[in-house]
């Protein structure tokens, strides 16, 4: 009982403690005709970036939020871009993927029926001929998955040639389950992945070869399509607000609804929202150039007290890519704070849009809400502009959107103090909470700062052997095993790669690949070209044991055999696991250190020293550089059990990370 009084007490001293400033929301609700329209040019940066276009939708749709339906009318005009003739189109439905629970999205999970969903097209003709689809499970021989639709075109399609595809359609909207769909209010309609929309024709591996490329929707990778022009018309009701991919150029008020027209040039994707009871507001980040980009914020009204944080981490996210990366190449920029109860509507990205979502105690030290905003900005480079394909390859999004965010964030937001979620919801310091759970030990080791990269080694370690970078994304075990691999591995090399490189080369790197790629639809060999052109630095021992394969390290110092008499030290290194690293061995003494180099190859290797100097200490990697080392405790060695700076930082960093693959572990 006493425990219980402590722990609620506890929790109230918290609620008080972190709760967010919270404010009437009226009076601040802008009107939508507020938004800004931009028609004329000076907003536009000088730098010209612009993607070869080989199509264009022009869609409308309106919204019925009574029957929860979407009616569409849509024209495709594309181009093949490839040298080699098609007679087939191949299409994504994803709203089919809520269809029944056999499709390789549920994978035999059930959902409740008002989150099913299923798009039923009512007309299809191809150049004015009436076309009928035929759902194609090729991929996965999976038949009871309708997300991947073909056409049969009765001439072959030569290069240049073109075709106008015209639909006419409705999808079911469902009750937010996953990226797509309505809130448990009803006041929030979020339409991603909702047209049909066409699989990427690309030449393949072989000279003479094309195909395409049309994955399903799979449980835990995302998408892929082509850089296109989009114009729609989108009709919504007169109470509710728009928020889009696109830019508003006009709108037109009826009795009940609004039809707004919209645009975006040069991106691979759309997706909108309709919502009411939401504050809508807009920013403007101008440039040194006096081009500017407008920024479209919609909040739930609950969250007005973090407006300004929100901002301020747009504004980092931005001001960092354009200094270091390249030109956000579009005038809009829209921002979703999506409710919590929407499914995995929240944390998404889309071209010129990305959403996320703020948990009801989000005290700042935690920096959580910080970081998944810059977490989901860092997409539109990695995702939207530098469009690799997501369900084959996303640690080239994941990976690099997490190492940028993570930059930014060790950049601007300082110190981070470690937090988990009590039962999902609490954040609270881990050392508050294992105090309370009276275990002192731990609450010693807790009382530091976390560092940057503590989430995503202990992430790592948990499925360092069940995947590696170059597995096809989709085909990985699970999510875990994606997430550990996507976003964590793919990060880690990153952070690696920066401490071998330098940071300064590191961006330069990015920055070259971002300009060769941008608008394109890089790989990782792509990427690698890149490393290997602009580094000029040996890499390959990361890209074939850390990309190539699961191979996994762990140095350690088994001792230090000291011999006074003949004033030499010797220290002895095992390489445990088959990843091999070029490492720094430094040796301290009471006068000096003593660095040497070792490309890390032997299995048992001895170093000898000469010095007449008291040795202290020996350690491998002083500076961290390899974060892929599955055990920093056993990288140095002290002679005494006294103090030693380098003995301290390496416990520190190991305890951190056993803290938190115990905190993970007793969550799951
Ligand atoms: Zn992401």
Known sequence: MKYIILISLFLFYAFFQYQEKQTSAVGDI???TAVKVNVDDSSRSKIKQVAKVFSSYSIKVSLDVQKKLLKASQIIKWKNPSTIPTSELYFHLYPNAFGNKRTEFLSGRRIPGNSHSHININKLTVNGKPKSLNYSSSRTGNRFDSTVAKIDIDQPVNQYDSLEIAFEYEVK???????????ANEIFFFLAQ?????????????????????????????????????????????????????????????????TYKVVQNNIHDFAWLAAKDVLDFTDTIKRKDHSEVTVHY?????????RNRVSTAVNNAFNFFEKNIGTYPYRTLTVID?????GMIRAMEYPALFTFSKDYFSPEFTKDLDEVILHEFSHQYFYGILANNESTEAWLDEGFA????????????????????????LPVTGM??????????IYTLTQIPKPFEADLMAAYYSYATFGTLSDTSFRLLNRRVYQSVSYAKGALFLFTLEKYLGEKKLLFVLRQYFNQYKFKHPTASDFFAALRKFSHQNIEWLITDFYEKSYTCDYKILGIDVSPERHRAEIVIVRDGEAVVPLEIDLYTDMDTIKTFWNGKEKIKRFTFNTRNTIIAAEIDPQRKNLFDLNFANNSYTMKTQYSGALYISTRWFFWVQNL????????
């Open 338 to 342: 999506a409710p919590t109860k929407a």
């Open 194 to 258: 909702w047209f049909p929309k066409l699989g990427v024709y690309e030449n393949g591996s072989l000279p003479g070869t094309a195909g395409w490329v049309c994955d399903p929707y799979y449980p835990f990778t995302e998408f892929y399509a082509d850089f296109s022009n989009y114009s729609l018309e989108i009709t919504i009701p007169n109470s509710f607000k728009l928020a889009s991919s696109g830019e508003v150029i006009s709108k037109k008020v009826e009795s009940k609804n609004t």
């Open 402 to 425: 997490e190492y940028i965010s993570q930059k930014i964030l060790q950049k601007k937001y300082g110190q981070r103090f470690a937090s988990f979620k009590l039962f999902g919801y």
């Open 432 to 441: 508050e909470l294992l105090a309370i759970e009276r275990i002192p030990f």
């Open 298 to 306: 919609i909040l739930q009204t609950t969250n007005e007290g973090s």
């Open 661 to 668: 693959l115990m905190i993970f572990g007793g969550l799951s």
């Open 173 to 183: 909207i469902p009750k937010a389950y996953s990226r797509f769909g309505y809130d």
């Open 30 to 32: 802008i009107d939508s």
